[in-house]
Each structure stands twice: as C-alpha cells, then as structure tokens.
C-alpha cells in the first residue's frame, strides 16, 4: 500500500486545527490586548470588551436568552462544575453510560462524597433509554440529570428535546454537554432545549485548546470550582484567558458564519468514505444509529481484528483516527460507550473512529477509504 503523500487527519472528534483566521486573532490579542480584564487602568479595557465581544457572539451563535457564559480552561472543567453545582442542588444526579470521562469521573467522585448517582443504559444503537429515564426521574424527584447531545464515539444524537421535556415534567434540572454538537448540528439552544447548564469546547470546532465555556441559565446554581479574584461575577475565579476566549469567538463567527456549507461539507466526506469502506470490507459494519448521527463521525466495527493494530498500520501510513476517546487513549479497556450499547469486548476492540473535519477533502475522504478497506483487509487475513 502506497503511503498517502499528504497525512490525512480523520480524528476531528479528539480535537480540531486552529483555522489560520484563529491564529491571528489569538497572535493579535496576545501583542494589544494583553491587559488584566479586571485592571482599572486603560490597557484593562480592551481586554473587557474582548470578553463581553465573546458572551455576545456565544448568545447569537447559540440562541440563547442571555450572555451567562463562564469561561473555563476546558470543556472537562466546564463539566466538572456544571455537575458540582447542581448536585448540591438536586437530590440525585441521573447521567448515562456513554457519557464523557469528565462527567463520569466527576459522577464517581460526588458519588464518593455522599451524593446519589444513576447511571441509564442505553439502546444497541446508542441512545439514551428513555424509558429508563423516566423511571429515574420519577423515584428522585427535583434530581440533576446530565447528558450529552451529541456522543464522541459515535456521533449518535441523544434524543435530547425529550430528555429535557422529561426532566421538566419531574421538576429536575438539566445540563447539556454540548462538546460534540456545536458548529456540527443547526439547532437553537433556545427556546427548545432550555438546559440550566450547557457546556462545550472551543478546540472541537477549530478553535485553540484550553478554552471551554459553561453556559449557565441559572448562575445562581453555581459553586464556583475555583475560588479567589472574583473574576466572572465569582462563578470562575482567576485572570482570563482572552487571548484564548478571542480565539474562540473567531472560531464560532468562522463556523457559524458558513454553519449549512460545513455541516454539508462533512456528510459528504463522511458518506462517501463510508460507502468505499463497505463497499470493499462487506463484513465492517456501522456501530450506532445512522439516521440520527453528527454529519461528520463514522464509527466502524473490522470484526474479527484489533482495532488498535489498524489505528497503528495507518498511523505509519499517515492516516490519523482513533479506537475510542482520546482522553483515554493508553488505557487497555475497551470503550465503555460500545460496551454499553452492547458489543462484546471483542467487538469493541475491533472498532474504531474516524471523524471528519471542515478542512478535510474529498480526495482525502477517498484516499482515506482505500487505505482504511486494504488495511483492514490485510489484517483480517492475518486475525483469521
Ligand atoms: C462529549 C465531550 N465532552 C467533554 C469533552 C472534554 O473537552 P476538553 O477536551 O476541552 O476537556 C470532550 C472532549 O473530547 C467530549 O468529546
């Protein structure tokens, strides 16, 4: 197999390259905006219009009713508080067995401190069980309940508007991690979903890395992680990052700006890539519900071969995807999200994700395809 002569980057759903536009502004902030947004002196200011720029463009990008956005130094830490605070308000805290690392380790840590946690299944495709939720919800009345939109190992969409619904029928709150779905999905997080906390990361849609955003319907909620200068109200103490946050606004106004045109752009590439790898390995099969999927993710199970083994033959080619989150990379568990849709470990060994991006090509989708089916082709051969 010839070596692609370009590395191609199918693993978007870890993380995503700064657009040059971002860059810039990330430079240019950092050379004339430099200032402690919270100084009372001149060079403060431009520093406190860039954070207010930023709440305003989140609130038009999102649809939000206000500007009550957090910045944090990460999408994990966006979560860790978003779950704190409502668990000390809630009487127990529902979330489910896909859910990112940063919720499910916080869940076990609150749990450790008295809080009560459940835990939903879900289907075999991947989605929230909603009856099960209901059952929850009503055994624990005024509880938090914590879900994804979007999940990142499979890009199956969580029946999120009837989650909500749920949870407001038995007077619970709700937080939305959004992480995966923003600049991928064009819905409005208002007045539909209406979450108390919504979370997301400025690196998962070409933004810089280290810049997360709570989004928080009810700031009175919040228990501030850290504590200190008072800065954002006392919600998050410590200087801001505003060469980061400016970061992300260019990001959201870039994404947002053309939202139809990349949301588009990335179904294509990652339909025609999976109709090539089908077409030549019949046996590789999709994990996850496919008609209620992010535009970009495709998951697939190469039964019979280790997934790990096909991720390293086409890293050494220059084809870059992973086997399951990148934050637990290195890990030898199988993914907990694939095992709790019900594929056996062997199955979950054998899968692995490969997640498309706004600056990916068609060529590369294509090229991509051909590698990943001889690959897999080769491998099966060697396994069986
Ligand atoms: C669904 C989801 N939530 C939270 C996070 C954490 O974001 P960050 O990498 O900014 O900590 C990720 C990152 O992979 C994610 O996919």
């Given amino acids: 197999m010839k070596m692609p002569i370009q590395p191609i980057y199918l693993d978007h759903n870890a993380t995503t390259p700064p657009l040059p536009g971002v860059v810039d502004v990330v430079c240019e902030t950092l050379r004339t905006a430099y200032g402690n947004p919270s ?21 038009s990008c999102l649809g939000t009713s206000d500007e009550q956005f957090i910045f ?41 401190e008295g809080t009560p946690i459940e835990i939903i299944a879900v289907t075999k495709e991947g989605e929230v069980d909603l009856r099960a939720l ?24 969580q029946p999120i508007q009837e989650i909500t619904a749920l949870a407001r029928e038995y007077d619970a709150l709700v937080h939305i991690d959004a ?24 690196h998962k849609f070409n933004g810089p890395a280290g810049v997360g955003v709570l989004y928080a319907r009810q700031s009175e909620l919040i228990d501030p992680l850290c504590v200190g200068g008072g800065q954002q109200s006392g919600w998050h103490a410590g200087t801001e990052n505003t060469a980061g946050i400016a970061g992300l606004q260019r990001a959201l106004e870039l994404r947002y700006s053309e939202l139809h045109e990349a949301i588009a752009h990335m179904a294509k590439l990652r339909d025609s890539f999976e109709r090539t790898v089908l077409e030549l390995c019949p046996w590789a099969r999709i994990n996850g519900r496919t008609d209620r999927r992010v535009c970009n993710t495709s ?24 086997q399951s989150s990148a934050c637990t990379t290195g890990h030898p568990e199988p993914s907990h999200v694939l095992r709790a849709m019900g594929l056996s470990e062997a199955q979950a060994y054998a899968s692995v994700r490969f997640s498309f991006g706004v600056t990916n090509t068609h060529q590369e989708a294509e090229l991509a395809a051909t590698v990943v089916a001889t690959e897999a082709e080769y491998l099966k051969r060697i396994f069986t």
Wanted: charged share 15%.
């Fill in 179 to 202: 992480a995966q779905a923003i600049g991928k999905l064009d819905t409005a997080v208002e007045p539909v979903l209406a979450p108390d906390f919504l979370s997301l990361t400025a």
């Fill in 39 to 59: 100084s009372g002196h001149r060079q403060g200011e431009p520093a406190r219009r860039l954070l207010q720029s930023a709440r305003e463009t989140l609130q």
């Fill in 299 to 322: 998951n697939i199970c190469f039964e019979g071969i280790e997934g790990q083994a096909l991720v390293g033959r086409l890293d050494a080619l220059g084809v870059y995807c992973s």
């Fill in 134 to 157: 209901r059952q929850q919800l009503s055994a624990h009345r005024h509880a938090t309940v914590s879900i994804q939109w979007i999940n990142n190992e499979t890009g199956v969409f």
């Fill in 72 to 112: 944090t130094g990460s999408g994990t830490e966006a979560n860790n508080l978003a779950l704190r605070s409502l668990a000390r308000h809630g009487s127990c805290v529902i979330t489910s067995a896909i859910e990112h690392s940063s919720i499910l380790s916080s869940a076990t840590r609150l749990q450790d």
